[in-house]
């Protein structure tokens, strides 16, 4: 299983960020999306595609059909700067997507 | 608190043996809620799963690119998490993080800061 994700992302402040995750039958399985501030962990924003974790702000959302997972982030804020992850098992272990770094211009 | 706390990474030469801990705490490694795995991430690079040990430790996964080099353990009297690295490689550098997955919703919900390692001569 492969995951691939758009490199970067840009958005102003205030407007709506999409990020998609694209593999083969990913709607067939659970995707979770991580964010990673500079010099920080990894945190899970989304699990079991559309699930927030407690203490996560209710504008991260998410989706998942076909071949793509989506992390929608809306009203974007500065601090939401980073780079997120989408995830998924296969056989089961972790697949991580390349990554797509969110910009707040 | 739910904590994972990495040591242990650090330089090594070609060849080379490391290492690796995570101590747990605020949980318990045993629990069969949860397995527990390491991931890395070399510098200014993506996320790569390495290793994985279920709450039994009767199921143990590696990835492709350290499968017969690298070997996952745990030790529950201490609830620590354990990495051995051998036959190092210049490419198994990286940042080295130890994380939960909580088995009932597929996902990694505890992540530690990570452990360094530089593989160079």
């Known amino acids: 299983l492969e995951l691939t994700q758009p490199p970067s992302v840009s958005v102003s402040p205030g407007q709506t960020a999409s990020i998609t995750c694209s593999g083969v039958?990913?709607?067939?399985?659970?995707t979770s999306w991580y964010q990673q501030q500079p010099g920080q962990s990894p945190v899970v924003v989304i699990y079991?595609?559309?699930r927030r974790p407690s203490g996560i702000p209710e504008r991260f959302s998410g989706s998942s059909s076909g071949n793509t997972a989506t992390l929608t982030i809306s009203g974007t804020q500065t601090l939401d700067e980073g780079v997120y992850f989408c995830?998924?098992?296969?056989?089961?272990?972790?697949?991580f997507g390349t990554g797509s770094k969110v910009t707040i211009l | 608190d739910v904590q994972l706390e990495e040591s242990g990474g650090g330089p090594v030469t070609p060849g080379g043996s490391l290492r690796l801990s995570c101590a747990a705490s605020?949980?318990?490694?045993?629990?069969?809620?949860?397995?527990m795995n390491w991931v890395r991430q070399a510098p200014g690079k993506g996320l790569e799963w390495v290793s994985s040990?279920?709450?039994?430790?009767?199921?143990?996964y590696y990835a492709d690119s350290v499968r017969g080099r690298f070997t996952i353990s745990r030790d529950n009297a201490k609830n620590t998490l354990f990495l051995q690295m051998s036959s190092l490689r210049a490419e198994d550098t990286a940042l080295y993080f130890c994380?939960?997955?909580?088995?009932?919703?597929?996902?990694?919900?505890?992540w530690g800061q990570g452990t360094a390692v530089t593989v160079s001569s």
């Open positions: 994380a939960r997955e909580q088995i009932a919703i597929q996902a990694l919900d505890v």
């Open positions: 995830q998924a098992w296969d056989s089961g272990t972790p697949v």
């Open positions: 039958d990913l709607g067939k399985k659970f």
């Open positions: 040990i279920s709450p039994s430790g009767d199921y143990i």
């Open positions: 605020g949980f318990t490694l045993s629990n069969y809620a949860y397995s």
């Open positions: 079991q595609d559309y």
